[in-house]
């Protein structure tokens, strides 16, 4: 019997950080091996207006400031995935906020060393994913498509 689930889609953002220190191949390279398909991508500076939209939920917080200091520095990666499950799975592939708590084989554990410098952002849900993704990308900077290698991903 065959079961069909339906595919989400998550937004990803690898931050300047990871820019910076030649991440971006590592982290791209783990979720399509993981099997998720890469739907949108953009290189691009985030404008201030953009980065407090995004982090507009931390508005009242002491650290917001600095959030949209840090996202505004240099360029960010901003792509959006899709798969089965893809929201949970990612942020398990990411690891903890703080890199000092997260696992080895997450990114986060493998690369990160403060919770300041965290390397990627990723949606913590599947209507926070949905909001995200509306704000980074129009409909038609996203493609859908079906990889070759879907058939041997699921039955």
């Known amino acids: 019997m ?5 595919l989400e889609r998550t937004f990803l953002a690898i931050k ?25 991508l953009k290189f691009m500076s985030v404008s201030k207006e953009l980065a407090e939209q995004h982090y507009d939920v931390h ?11 840090f ?3 240099g360029p960010v990666v901003a792509m959006v995935w899709e798969g089965e499950g893809v ?19 997450t990114i986060r554990g493998d690369f990160g060393i403060n919770i300041g410098r ?8 599947i209507e926070t994913a949905q909001r995200e993704i509306k704000l980074w990308f129009k409909d038609d900077e996203l493609v859908s498509w079906t990889p070759h290698l879907t058939p041997w991903l699921k039955e």
């Open 2 to 6: 065959l079961l069909e689930t339906a």
């Open 16 to 40: 300047p950080d990871g820019v910076q220190r030649g991440l971006v191949g590592e982290i791209i390279r783990r979720f399509e091996t993981k099997g998720f398909t890469l739907v949108g």
């Open 59 to 69: 508005r009242e917080r002491p650290f917001f400031a600095g959030l949209v200091e």
């Open 71 to 73: 996202i505004t520095s």
């Open 87 to 105: 929201v949970a799975s990612a942020r398990k592939i990411i690891g903890a906020t703080n890199p000092l708590t997260s696992e080895p084989g």
């Open 118 to 125: 965290n390397l990627i952002h990723g949606s913590d849900a």
